[in-house]
T-cell receptor, first 114, second 111 residues
């Protein structure tokens, strides 16, 4: 158990609906990352935060995606007007301050868009 | 985009045998990490090797890094059925860049 929790673990939605995922890292995790993983592939970087500041966003993060980390604690990832191609596992990971070291992943939120 | 490329894509061995997985990458790195993922679960960090290191051990794991060939290998000795999982290498180009993961190697250890 890494101490990083994600909610919900599974979400089934219809195309066009909005969905929101939440990640709670442990308090020592200054950095928080969001990745997306499709079946048979490795995780793909979406965005990351240093405390409450969003420092980098991938080109994969279209304007339908938005992430926040208010007060530098938990984070949310919202997908608006979902498409079938958004179906994936959304993974959150935390790490301590400093250089890119070990990431502590949550169990992921699996999204299925019908 | 995925920088790391693991080889083989899938590996099936008998319990007790050693498993070797390879990772190749394209650009210079600060460090390389290996992660394990059980089906439908999150990733678990196994080991980190820095660009100035050539070999590292952790329990039954042995990782090597050859920066001149831009490659790394993960050796799991005396494998167990519980080692069945997907294994990913991930690279950090610098101290502040996010990790970039490969597509992984699916390891099956048959009891």
């Amino acid at each position: 158990d890494t101490g990083v929790s994600q909610d919900p673990r599974h979400k089934i939605t219809k195309r066009g609906q909005n969905v929101t995922f939440r990640c709670d890292p442990i308090s020592e995790h200054n950095r928080l990352y969001w990745y997306r993983q499709t079946l048979g592939q490795g995780p793909e970087f979406l965005t990351y935060f240093q405390n409450e500041a969003q420092l980098e966003k991938s080109r994969l993060l279209s304007d339908r995606f938005s992430a926040e980390r208010p007060k530098g604690s938990f984070s949310t990832l919202e997908i608006q007007r979902t498409e079938q191609g958004d179906s994936a596992m959304y993974l959150c990971a935390g790490s301590g301050q400093g250089t890119t070291g070990e990431l502590f992943f949550g169990e992921g939120s699996r999204l299925t868009v019908l | 985009s995925q920088q790391g490329e693991e080889d083989p894509q899938a590996l099936s061995i008998q319990e007790g045998e050693n498993a070797t997985m390879n990772c190749s990458y394209k650009t210079s790195i600060n460090n390389l990490q290996w992660y394990r993922q059980n089906s439908g679960r999150g990733l678990v960090h196994l080991i980190l090797i820095r660009s100035n290191e050539r070999e590292k051990h952790s329990g039954r794991l042995r990782v090597t890094l050859d920066t001149s060939k831009k490659s790394s290998s993960l050796l799991i000795t005396a494998s167990r059925a519980a080692d069945t999982a997907s294994y990913f290498c991930a690279t950090a180009a610098s101290g502040n860049t996010p990790l970039v993961f490969g597509k992984g190697t699916r390891l099956s250890v048959i009891a």
